[in-house]
Each structure stands twice: as C-alpha cells, then as structure tokens.
C-alpha cells in the first residue's frame, strides 16, 4: 500500500480528533430541518482542493454566495445531514465527522450525507452515506462500533463496522471494494 495513502489516512483521522470537540454534535434521526433553521452540524471539512461543492437541499442558507443551488466549500466549513459533496476535476476534499469517522474524496466524485444519528454514551447510533461516483477512502468511527454505519452505492449497500475501506465508483456504477490492512493487528 502506497505510503502516501496511509499518511492521508493517519492526518486525517488525528485531525478529525483535534478538530471536532468545539462543535454542538447532536442530531436528529432522519427528519429534514425545517424552512429557514440551521440544524446541528455533523461534520466539518478539514480540507479542500480545487473546486468542491455542497447542495444543501433541507437547509435555507442565507448571506451565503451561491453560484447555482451548489455552494463552494472551503476548509472549515460545517456539514448537515442532507448535503451532497460534489469534487470537481482535479479536486479533492477531506471530511470528519463527530463520532471521529474521516473521509478522503477524490477528484469528479459525489458524496450524499443521508443520516447520521451520534451520542457518545448511546448504543443505537446509525449513519447512512451514499457514495453516488468517484473513489473514497475512509476510517470508521464510534457510530461503526457503536451502531449502524452504512455505505451506500450503486451496487450494494455496505455494513461498516469498524475498518478503513477504499470504494472506487466508476462511470458505468461498477463498484470496486478493498480493505487497508491496519499495521499490528
């Protein structure tokens, strides 16, 4: 495995743990926000390269640029439930969420945050993400082992429960799927 890739991986689940604890992470189980509130935010974006972007399709964003009915991101920037990540071509972004999940997205790739239920002292946490195009790389969090995390895709959807996984999407919606070995265990 590319060494490379592993550095990706270690920055951005330590810096998903440095970076989550000043946010308000709590969130309601599969309802949309209603017109014009902001709910609690579910994750943040660590980093971003090139042109990526969020549609909020449950969210009234106000004072904000938008080009379209997709906003650019840039690094900081909070995510909900129901938004959908777009990377353009020769973009990239990194995602963490509150329970410590961390998603690397690559570039022409396309991401939907359908559901994510997390309370650090709850058994019944849940997260569904549905990876629509491109390749992603990811390390489970807390909602893997103490929950229900799945993944979505084009030709299944995924049982997580605690590993770091490479999915690939091509054009055709064939999905590639492998397994990072972990070192010592």
Known sequence: MPMRL???IGFALV???LSCPDLAWSQRPSEPAPL???ESPIGRVLSVSGTVTVERTALVVSQVAVTGSAIQLKDKD????GDTIQTGGDSKASLTFADGTAFNISSNARMTLNEFVYDPNSKANSSLFSLVKGAFTFVAGKVAKTGNMKIDTPAATMGIRGTTPHV???EDGTVKFST???EQK
């Open 15 to 17: 810096t998903s743990l």
């Open 6 to 8: 592993l550095a990706m």
């Open 168 to 170: 690939v999407i091509a």
């Open 180 to 182: 990072l070995v972990e």
């Open 36 to 38: 014009g509130a902001l």
């Open 78 to 81: 909070l995510v909900y439930r």
